[in-house]
């Protein structure tokens, strides 16, 4: 390793693997991106009036921002972390009062094609704050203090990009409880976190009436069955009393206090009310559009569900459908593969960083990463609800493209430093 | 404690794989175990059949019918689907020729090869019947059932408004709609599109070769039901709107009727308009085309909403209100009447008339002298104001809140605001604050920049009748079962000046009907109160203007009536008014000879 290093390459100790997985995620998004909207008299893959050709420039851009951010000493993103945090926060709230709105959410700056999405950048720039902070040598997120820290840092962003309607956005940063776990804080913080969460969308999907029967027989059977819990009669009631009220609160608030149009975007967030355009047309169409390309998938270019008008936001967020229905079972296994290796390769390569700051960098990447790629793919398997963010490297458009790129090449970059402690 | 938590990398690991285990299982059953998923080009297709929800009706404030739907059928193509046909048959089937249905397919194929488009939209039942028997021979075509609004009578044009099919830019912006969908395009339709669309369903259907459907695709697993859209009272009188329209046939102007406690309004009527059956159906562009090019008699124009003229003596209660709540004149504060006004050269003249008024008789007799010397000691009232724009800017702001140079934001699309000019404005004409009371002297008899709209006018006699606030117009008095109007359609909105300042004022308009301008328009049995007025017009007859409400003890009906090019406004519109309040409160007139000769009336070429 270190002769290396005296060669002064300037990818040296680079990770091809991670390099390697990326341009291909880039390049099976690209194609899938000009098969989502060919049509037989289609014009070349590279033409600007499409999205290929653009996406294709997008992927030119990303490429020399990563060239960019490898060349730039490691240093400057640790130490210049608070104020690209800051920066970020300052263009999010900014986007509330100047912003452009998209589809009722309000989380665009710029004007017309050439507007960006802070809130794509907010989420590189809130794993960097949470590694600065909780990295430091003399923290522990044992203790209370720091946890509480942590929370602030990670949900001042989530709290303002919720403000722009960009739900689904905001809802990414609840990952960051999962690096927190990483790095030691008590795991009953997530399972309660987890647990209310569930409650949550129970109550929404049911009534609480539902859930509270559902956490009384849940108490009963465990008071009966297993044994341990024999003796904390009172503890169980109190919990279950506790966890009953919350599903009754959710609820209360729910019919009482939230505005109409607040509503009808959680019914929409949850599928209880389905999309915008009527009758869960999104997900349906793209479970048949998935549903029909069998194994073998129907060949490149061969949907017929997945152009023009069928799937709306074909290029997009439901850019899934048209890898499902063209390559089969065989390409979105792949595609899915692909990812998971894109995930174990970058929390193994975090757990051998020397500094925490690359550790947390890298679990909070990898954590942003996961929840993008399983909502969006949740989403087109209608196994989630339909919540509008990109499957990252593959679905069009330029924001969420270089986000992505440079949150994975600032963590390639810190992983090529990994001999120095930052 | 460094390396003590780094187990939990499996956890987090772990994690990763249960879900990606879990998506490839379900990836591996809808794709590959399910087969009921596959649906291969050549043996069968799927069809999006969209299923049109009936669009709300809209019923008066009696229940009787103004909307309904008719059921019409489209004939939908889905280009690639489409194999080699009898193209001639096709043709003289649909009555096109060769080339159109070639254009036709091309144009379908140009919007998506995959997608269905409209081949030929709104075919008879006759046609329909043709067709469908002879269906099996097209693949790739089939029959989609529409509505269509029809009008049982033809009236309220402009207030029910019209639908029409999206365009792009909708398309773009409201992700609801698709290709081929309608739209309410103004009126009732435009405002409470929401309610009354409803919400369209969906039937993916399997198709055999023989452009047989098959029946759900997976047993109708995709399948959604279509919301009829919602029904919706209307706060018009369908009665009151028919009569109205009658009367002002053959007369260019408008009638606005408001209930003054509700805000609910009875009838607008705006003429000449058009039959609004004519804005639906095949000929509906050509229709559109016709009226639109009609710029003589403007039919799509609104007058009652757009329209703006000059208040004219209309305005007159409005500053004695104002002179009144300010203190500068009491109820018995009297000016005298030289047949005019004359200060230096500048010389506004009146008619004969007792001489001098108080604010009773000068409302009586509508004197012109009495409201300059009034509207003096508005302006030139140094005690409370250290200047004349000060004391204008004051001045203006009682006009706004009287519901003057504002639009009241009713539910009705395209409603103007008029004009009450500002201080700035006088600035630019006569110089910065070289401008005095005697320079805008007109408004004090409301002629010069004053604009207002028959809408606002009618607003005006409300407040009056209400004695001192207004509700908002709107023309919709409930939308489905639910009492579901918007809060802004019952609150009260206030004018600032107090009740006791509209007792005179009041007494001077029922005057003006028993033995005064408005002589001719007294209605037996109902003690109304109301208003003359004269908008002068630049480029011919002035318009003749009426304002009034009634009955005076309780106030159901407040009315404003305004004939283009009809002179002075006791002639014609006074009576019109009349003739509307009589119907309205006995629904029937007793005055017939007025009617007819109002009927039998021509103006428009006046
Ligand atoms: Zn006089």
Redesign the pocket.
């Known amino acids: 390793m270190s002769q290396r290093i005296g060669r002064q390459s300037m990818f040296a100790n680079i990770d091809w693997i991670l390099v390697a997985i990326y341009f291909l995620l880039v390049f099976v998004g690209w194609i899938n991106i000009y098969a989502a909207t060919y049509t037989p008299t289609s014009e070349s893959i590279f033409d600007l009036d499409r999205n290929s050709g653009r996406q294709f420039l997008w992927i030119l851009i990303s490429m020399g921002v990563a060239l960019i951010i490898i060349l730039i000493d490691a240093k400057v993103y640790t130490t210049f972390t608070w104020v690209f945090y800051g920066i970020t926060t300052v263009l999010i709230l900014l986007v509330i009062f100047v912003g452009t709105e998209v589809s009722g959410a309000k989380s665009w700056l710029g004007v017309g094609d050439l507007g960006i999405q802070p809130s794509e950048f907010a989420k590189i720039t809130a794993a960097m704050a949470l590694a600065k902070y909780a990295g430091e040598s003399n923290r522990n997120v044992e203790q209370l203090r720091v946890q509480i820290i942590s929370f602030i840092l990670i949900f001042v962003p989530a709290l303002i990009i919720l403000m722009q309607n960009d739900t689904g956005s905001a809802l990414v940063f609840v990952v960051f409880l999962f690096v927190l776990y990483r790095e030691g804080m008590p795991g009953t913080i997530l399972w309660i976190g987890l647990t209310l969460i569930v409650i949550f969308l129970l109550t929404l999907l049911f009534s609480h009436w539902h859930v509270i029967i559902a956490i009384s027989v849940l108490t009963l059977f465990m008071w009966f069955f297993i044994r341990r819990y024999r003796k904390d009669v009172l503890k169980m009631v109190l919990i279950s009393f506790m966890l009953s009220s919350f599903s009754f609160g959710v609820d209360y608030i729910f019919d009482n206090i939230l505005q109409p149009h607040q509503k009808s975007r959680i019914e929409v967030l949850i599928g209880t009310e389905t999309d915008l355009r009527g009758a869960g047309y999104n997900v349906n169409q793209s479970k048949i559009a998935i549903g029909s390309g069998g194994f073998f998938g129907k060949g490149f270019l061969k949907g017929t569900q997945t152009k023009y008008k069928f799937v709306p936001e074909q290029s997009t967020d439901f850019i899934f459908c048209t890898i499902g229905e063209e390559w089969g079972f065989l390409g979105s296994f792949l595609v899915i593969v692909l990812f998971l290796l894109l995930l174990i390769r970058i929390i193994l390569l975090s757990e051998r960083q020397r500094s925490r700051y690359s550790r947390i960098y890298g679990y909070g990447i990898a954590g942003v990463l996961f929840t993008h790629i399983a909502v969006n793919i949740g989403m087109t398997l209608g196994l989630m609800p339909v919540i509008g963010i990109p499957l990252p490297y593959i679905s069009y458009g330029g924001s969420s493209l270089i986000a992505f790129t440079m949150m994975l090449f600032i963590f390639i970059k810190l992983d090529m430093n990994r001999q120095n402690i930052v | 404690m460094k390396k003590v938590y780094s187990a939990r990398q499996n956890v987090i690991i772990l994690m990763f794989l249960i879900v990606g285990i879990l998506y490839v299982f379900r990836l591996f059953y809808i794709q590959v175990i399910d087969d009921s998923w596959e649906i291969s080009s050549r043996k069968n297709a799927l069809r999006n059949k969209v299923q049109y929800p009936s669009r709300g009706l809209v019923y008066d404030r009696f229940g009787e019918l103004l909307v309904y739907n008719e059921a019409t059928y489209d004939l939908m193509v889905i280009p690639n689907q489409v194999v080699e046909m009898d193209t001639m048959e096709l043709a003289s089937l649909l009555d096109l020729t060769l080339d159109e249905v070639r254009e036709k397919l091309r144009r379908a194929r140009a919007y998506s090869p995959f997608a269905s488009s409209i081949f030929e939209k709104q075919i008879s039942k006759e046609t329909y019947g043709f067709i469908e028997e002879k269906l099996y021979k097209y693949p790739g075509f089939f029959v989609q059932a529409r509505t269509l609004r029809y009008y049982p009578k033809p009236i309220a044009a402009h207030t029910l408004g019209y639908i029409g099919e999206v365009n792009d830019r909708i398309l773009q912006e409201k992700p609801y709609y698709r290709m081929g969908d309608y739209i309410g395009v103004s009126g009732i339709e435009k405002s409470y599109e929401n309610q009354l669309r409803g919400r369209k369903g969906v039937r993916v259907m399997m198709v055999d070769v023989h452009n047989r459907e098959q029946g759900s695709f997976r047993e109708g697993e995709f399948d959604t039901v279509a919301i009829p859209g919602i029904n919706i009272w209307s706060s018009i009188d369908m009665k009151l709107q028919e009569y109205g329209e009658m009367l002002m046939k053959n007369k260019k102007g408008s009638i606005v009727a408001i209930e003054p406690k509700t805000g609910e309004v009875l009838c607008i009527v705006s003429s000449p308009s058009y039959d609004p059956n004519l804005m639906v159906g095949r000929n509906r562009s050509s229709n559109y085309l016709k009226l639109l090019r009609d710029s003589i008699n403007k039919p799509l124009f609104n007058r009652a909403l757009m329209a703006t003229y000059p208040p004219g003596s209309t305005f007159k209660m409005a500053n004695a209100l104002i002179a009144l709540q300010e203190g500068v004149i009491e109820p018995t504060t009297k000016f005298t009447?030289d047949?005019?006004?004359v200060f230096g050269n500048l010389r506004v003249g009146?008619?004969n008339?007792p001489?001098p008024?108080d604010v009773i008789s000068?409302v009586q007799?509508?004197?012109?002298?009495?409201y300059c010397k009034v509207f003096r000691q508005i302006i030139d009232n140094r005690k409370k104001y250290k200047n004349t724009r000060e004391a204008y800017n004051k001045w203006r702001e009682y006009v706004l809140n009287m519901g003057f140079g504002v639009t009241y934001d009713t539910d009705l699309p395209y409603e103007l605001r008029g004009n009450v000019p500002t201080a700035e404005y006088y600035d630019r004409y006569h110089g910065k604050n070289r401008w005095k009371s005697l320079s805008i002297i007109s408004l004090a008899i409301g002629q010069g920049e004053m604009g207002t709209t028959p809408l606002q006018l009618a607003n005006f006699a409300a407040t009056i009748a209400n004695k001192g606030y207004y509700v908002r117009p709107h023309v919709v008095k409930a939308i489905g079962c639910r009492d579901s109007l918007n809060r802004k359609y019952s609150e009260k909105v206030y004018t600032g000046i107090d009740a006791i300042h509209y007792e005179s004022i009041i007494q001077g308009m029922v005057n003006a009907v028993t033995a005064g301008t408005a002589a001719r328009s007294k209605i037996k049995n109902i003690t109304s109160a109301g208003k003359t007025g004269t908008a002068q017009n630049p480029h011919g007859k002035d318009h003749a203007l009426y304002i009034a409400f009634a009955p005076v003890e309780d106030p159901k009906i407040a009315i404003s009536v305004v004939v283009e090019n009809a002179g002075f406004g006791g002639v014609w519109a006074a009576p019109i008014a009349s003739l509307m309040i009589e119907y309205y409160i006995n629904r029937s007139v007793d005055w017939v000879d007025m009617e007819n000769n109002i009927k039998n009336a021509n103006l428009m070429n006046n």
């Open positions: 009447c047949h005019g006004f009146c008619h008339h001489s008024t000068s007799y509508s004197c012109n002298a009495y």
